[in-house]
């Protein structure tokens, strides 16, 4: 598989529950990005991983917790969210250099 | 620090031309364009580093102006297959070892038959 794969697609989750978006890129990348989406609203850079260290916490809440375990792979822990964090979150890749970022086709967060 | 992009929305017919704007109130690396469909991922369409350089992709291209922090994207003869979210992204600084990309609130482009 090629590009940037994101799972689960859409994802429905209680207040109090645990869950983990999960991103992989195939595309020999060695920087990868969260954004989020909401209605009405730009993306919203979130995170930004290079060569696995993580370069940019855009003042995220601590119940959004990143890991990079490696240049291929890319998470986002999330425990206790609100209804207000419901969103699409977006994954991106690039290579370090003056090229464009490759995006997930997201995953669709509901919070109830 | 995000960009602004102007008009909002804007409604064309097939064969028409439409300019969408990009401003910002820094000092600017680069400005990258992207367009989103309904439902789908944003996909990267072109990058412009330099002051003054101006970029094609079909009959997509656009410019920027380093010194007023500007970048415009042209579409000529429009086509059906343009209809969709345009957002712009700037970043600042030179150099990137994992970028700071920041995106505008969008241009929403409809092609009508």
Known sequence: ETGVTQTPRHLVMGMTNKKSLKCEQHLGHNAMYWYKQSAKKPLELMFVYSLEERVENNSVPSRFSPECPNSSHLFLHLHTLQPEDSALYLCASSATGDDGYTFGSGTRLTVV | ?113
């Open chain 2, 1 to 113: 620090q995000q960009p602004v992009q102007s008009p909002q929305a804007v409604i064309l017919r097939e064969g028409e031309d439409a300019v969408i704007n990009c401003s910002s109130s820094k000092a600017l690396y680069s400005v990258h364009w992207y367009r989103q469909k309904h439902g789908e991922a944003p996909v990267f369409l072109m990058i412009l580093l330099k002051g003054g350089e101006q970029k094609g992709h079909e009959k997509i291209s656009a410019s920027f102006n380093e010194k007023k922090q500007q970048s415009s994207l042209y579409l000529t003869a429009s086509q059906l297959s343009y209809s969709g979210t345009y957002f712009c992204g700037t970043e600042r600084g030179g150099g990137r070892q994992g970028g700071k990309l920041i995106f505008g609130q969008g241009t929403e482009l409809s092609v009508k038959p």
